[in-house]
Every structure is written in structure tokens, then in C-alpha cells.
């Protein structure tokens, strides 16, 4: 029978505090069934907050999973944390053993950063492991000999599809394992479960999942993973319309998560040609999105076309959306995550404003900061 946690906490926003997610996530722990997990301390962060692993479930099949690698890629995490609360969780585990590692960079967490407190990007370290965060992976999947990874990822708002209006709002990737990007046994069951990703979440959505380019570089950890033989997917939590609490996104994630365990374990001759081809009709990710777009912006020179991206930071450990601009006229973007045309809005006072510091600003159009 499950323990009941001591509390009822809050669910954890886009960001949050590492304080706050040790809270969470041993409240999770402590809710989990004494006999089907395994807790570890694995060592520490450059500012010395502490790294945790989970282990689930005893079957053969064993998947390892890392997120928030990136500090400022917070979705799969707080999918996990929902994921260790979900009714069917073992029922999902049945012949697996899940080793979770759920904050890799606890400090880029902290300050809401791509990058560890050294600088460096940790999905840039794989081979040369210049870092303790990149070391305890390292020695994570060297313990563990996983038989899948899964790298857990959040992107930015400007990613689209090529060709398309949806915006890409999950994308996977299985990495090559090699600089001729071949199709080996490792990749091809990648693929084989991206697939059936596809199938399953694909009927929840009304946007799109799109296939991350495939260029192999080994300091990448799923490129490293992959090209010692262990199959890797790459998770790509995307945005769409004003999901920027990426609230919607996170219930895909752990739709997607719940697909491969569902799959992965499955002793299914694959058909390469039939997997090959079902893969590569997903289509590629393109950054043709911003997330205001606005048309006919009367200026000196005439009408412009202004692209907005909210800029994020951290402020009083709240998550503030800055609006600044991005680009002007440039061809490339094509739509916006908000589409606004000045020739036609009737709410439109004239009173839009980029500031010296290139943030944006209007209140007939509702252009400001925000926070979530």
C-alpha cells in the first residue's frame, strides 16, 4: 500500500525553486510503494546542491532518463514529478526498471540557465566530462548499462514545421550514431518508438510534432549514447498559442513517456524500411515562428513587420516574460504564436512602443510583461 505524503504541495510552476523541487520530488519518493524504488544521492553540482537518481520497478528492461540538463528547460521535470504520482505508474513499468535522474543541472536550474555555474553547456561535455554534473551521468550509465535513454529536453517558441501554420509544439529525435548518420539495430528501434509516440499523441494534439535534424556531434550525450549502442531518443517539450506555463505541452510529455514504456520492451521483429519511412514523415523542425508577429507596423521607412519574442528572467524567484524585438521584416518567420495586423485591428490606439532597450510595449494590444 502507498505511503500518503506528509503535505499537500502545490504544483510546481515552469519555475521554481531547487529548494521547491526537493520538496516535491521527496514527497513523491515518499508516496511511492517501499518495495519499487530504489533512492540515491549521486553526488553534487559545481555549487555544491545535491543530484538525485530514482530507480523503479524491477523488470529486465532497463530505460535511464536525465532531465533538465538545461537549467531553463523545467517541462519533463515537472512531468516526472506528476508521472511518480500517476495511479498507473507500475502498471506502465510492468517488465521495466526506470532509473530517473530528475534535475542534471540543479544550479542552471536556480538561475534559470542553459548552462551549469561554469558556463558550459553539460549536452556539450559527454566525451570530454569537464564537469561533475556531466561525470555523474557518466558514471550513471556505466553502472546502470541502460538498455534506452531518454534526453529530456524543452525548446523555444520560435520552432515550426516547414511547410506548415502548426507550430511544433513536442519534437524527438533519434541522434546518429556516427558522422555518416547511418541506420543501425540502436537507431532503428529509436525510431521504431518514436513512431508509436507519434500514433499515440498525435490525436491529442491540434499542432505539431516535428523531427529534430540529425547532425552528429559526440560531445552530445544522446550522439554519445547512441554511438556505444545504447538506443536514445531526444524529448523536445515545444510551446503553442499561450501555453507558456507549458502546462499542455507537460501532459503530452507524459503521454509520450508513458508510449515508450508501453513499447519498449516489446520483443517485435521491426521492418526497417517500413519504420525508416514512417520516421522520416515526420516532418522537420523549422524556425519559422515567433511569438508576436506583428504585420504593417507604420514606420519612417513604411510599413514593417515586427517579430517579438519574450525574453525570460528570473526575478524575486518569479519567471517574467519580457517582450523585445527580434527581427524586422525578416522572411524567415512566418508566423507567430500571436498574429496581429495593424492594418486591420480595430483595437489598435497607436500607441505600440519599442524602447531603447528593445523591449515592446502597447496597451490597446495588450503588449507587456508578464509573469508565470
Not at 489598435?348 to 510583461?369: C, P, Q, R, W
Request: proline letters at 4%; one cysteine or more; aromatic letters at 10%.
Amino acid at each position: 500500500m502507498m505511503n500518503e505524503p506528509i503535505a499537500t504541495l502545490e504544483p510546481l510552476s515552469r519555475y521554481f525553486t531547487y529548494t521547491a523541487f526537493e520538496e516535491h520530488f521527496m514527497a513523491a519518493v515518499k508516496a511511492l510503494p517501499p518495495d519499487q524504488y530504489a533512492f540515491s544521492f549521486l553526488g553534487s553540482s559545481v555549487d555544491n546542491q545535491s543530484i538525485y537518481g530514482l530507480r523503479l520497478g524491477h523488470g529486465a528492461f532497463k530505460i535511464l532518463a536525465w532531465s533538465q540538463m538545461h537549467g531553463n528547460e523545467s517541462t519533463s521535470t515537472r512531468a516526472i514529478i506528476d508521472l511518480l504520482h500517476s495511479k498507473d505508474l507500475f502498471q506502465a513499468l510492468k517488465n521495466i526498471s526506470l532509473y530517473i535522474i530528475p534535475v542534471l543541472n540543479p544550479d542552471g536550474l536556480s538561475s534559470w540557465s542553459r548552462f551549469n555555474s561554469n558556463g558550459i553547456d553539460l549536452n556539450r561535455d559527454a566525451v570530454n566530462l569537464s564537469q561533475p554534473e556531466s561525470v555523474i551521468l557518466k558514471e550513471v550509465i556505466d553502472f546502470y548499462e541502460p538498455d534506452l535513454a531518454l534526453n529530456l529536453h524543452g525548446q523555444r517558441t520560435f520552432y515550426g514545421i516547414a511547410g506548415s501554420v502548426l507550430p511544433a509544439q513536442l519534437s524527438f529525435l533519434t541522434p546518429a550514431a556516427d558522422v555518416s548518420k547511418g541506420v543501425n539495430a540502436s537507431r532503428l528501434k529509436s525510431m521504431a518508438l518514436i513512431n508509436n509516440i507519434v500514433k499515440t499523441v498525435k490525436p491529442q494534439m491540434q499542432t505539431a510534432i516535428a523531427r529534430y535534424d540529425d547532425s552528429f556531434n559526440v560531445n552530445c550525450w544522446g550522439d554519445y549514447c547512441q554511438s556505444v549502442g545504447i538506443p536514445t531518443l531526444l524529448f523536445e517539450a515545444g510551446h503553442a498559442g499561450d501555453d507558456y506555463a507549458r502546462d499542455e505541452v507537460k501532459t503530452l510529455i507524459i503521454s509520450s513517456l508513458k508510449s515508450v514504456f508501453t513499447n519498449c520492451s516489446k520483443d517485435e521483429e521491426i521492418e526497417e524500411e517500413v519504420t525508416l519511412n514512417q520516421y522520416l514523415e515526420i516532418p522537420e523542425i523549422a524556425r519559422n515562428y515567433c511569438d508576436i508577429l506583428i504585420r504593417n507596423a507604420p514606420s519612417v521607412k513604411g510599413n514593417r513587420d515586427l517579430a517579438i519574442m519574450y525574453h525570460e528572467q528570473i526575478e524575486d524567484s518569479q519567471l517574467h516574460f519580457i517582450p523585445m524585438l527580434f527581427a524586422v521584416n525578416d522572411s524567415t518567420i512566418i508566423y507567430g504564436h500571436r498574429m496581429i495586423d495593424l492594418k486591420t485591428d480595430l483595437h489598435y490606439s497607436n500607441d505600440l512602443e519599442v524602447h531603447e532597450n528593445m523591449t515592446v510595449t502597447s496597451a490597446s494590444l495588450k503588449i507587456g510583461a508578464f509573469i508565470k
